[in-house]
């Protein structure tokens, strides 16, 4: 294993631990056996103490995983859910903010005129809310319909073929530290009610919960709003100002505010809030330059 390798190994063990805790306390809500409840218990003590990498890398672990992807290999329908309103919400400020910036800042190359940069922006910003509304609510319903898809081929599963599934939680549970018998013991346990099963398979196999669905509503107004917000930003400057000024001020206005999105950005990644910041200031003088240039180059070939 190379150094690199246990490094990223190193930064993601308090986030393993983490989800094997709340794991462990979701199986305390479905599994009524006392036995298998002391082996739980006994298990998240260990959890809790140990303090190496030997039971998150055990050699033991890795037929296991090879059997476990063979038989997830004929199940080629698996996906990864992803998501937040977080970074719908940063995303569609960026949005405005670029599509705005750009927008102005061509039609200034090529106009010179206040009213017509500002008519022009407000209506791309019209464009652009509306846009990205019905973009999120189409994303957030055609999501929900893949995970109803999905724990829809799971139930099939089950129905069909129970014992392939229940081999499948057998082997997941081992990957998570329980002996062959302690995984056998519960995942049958488990297996007894279909509702039980399913819940559990969605959430172990496919990392599906109650909280994977989106509102596709509540998303249309998350969307909606932060891109109304970012493309306001680069209008500001031109109810108060006027002429070269105006665009000046909006031009220095949108580029800051394309830091703060960028280091917001920090907050749904894992880089530094600086570079984020540093790396969406540039593309938004790229966008700006570039707009003008073209608005500068047709209005001397148009006659703008």
Avoid: C
């Avoid at 038989?71 to 670029?98: K, P, Q, T």
């Amino acid at each position: 294993m190379s150094q690199l390798s246990s490094a990223q190994i190193l930064s993601n063990i308090e986030s393993i631990e983490t989800q094997n805790a709340n794991w462990y306390a979701s199986l305390r809500n479905i599994v009524d056996d006392e036995d298998v409840l002391r082996i739980i218990d006994e298990i998240d003590e260990d959890e809790k103490t140990h303090e190496s990498l030997d039971d998150i890398l055990h050699a033991q672990k890795k037929p296991v995983k090879h059997r476990l992807h063979s038989l997830w290999g004929e199940e080629r329908w698996h996906r990864r859910a992803s998501g937040g309103w977080v970074g719908d919400a940063i995303y569609g400020v960026n949005d405005g903010l670029g599509a705005i910036f750009g927008i102005i800042a061509g039609v200034a190359g090529f106009a010179h005129n206040d009213q017509t940069i500002l008519i022009s922006g407000f209506f791309g910003a019209l464009a652009s809310t509306l846009s990205m509304g019905a973009g999120a609510w189409l994303a957030a319903k055609s999501e929900n319909e893949l995970l109803d898809s999905e724990l829809s081929h799971e139930r099939r599963e089950i129905q069909d073929d129970p014992e392939h599934e229940l081999e499948e939680l057998k082997l997941l549970y081992e990957l998570k530290g329980l002996s062959p018998e302690e995984s056998n013991r519960i995942a049958t346990q488990v297996s007894k009610d279909p509702e039980t099963f399913l819940t559990t398979m969605a959430q172990e196999e496919l990392g599906i919960h109650e909280a994977s669905q989106s509102n596709p509503w509540s998303s249309a107004l998350f969307g909606s709003l932060s891109t109304l917000v970012g493309a306001i930003v680069p209008l500001v400057p031109f109810f108060f100002l006027h002429g070269l000024v105006a665009i000046v001020v909006a031009a220095a206005v949108s580029i800051l505010a394309h830091f703060v999105v960028g280091a917001l950005k920090s907050i749904i990644t894992v880089r530094g809030w600086f570079v984020s910041g540093l790396e969406m200031t540039l593309v938004g003088i790229i966008v700006g330059v570039v707009s003008y240039g073209f608005g500068e180059i047709g209005s001397r070939l148009l006659g703008g």
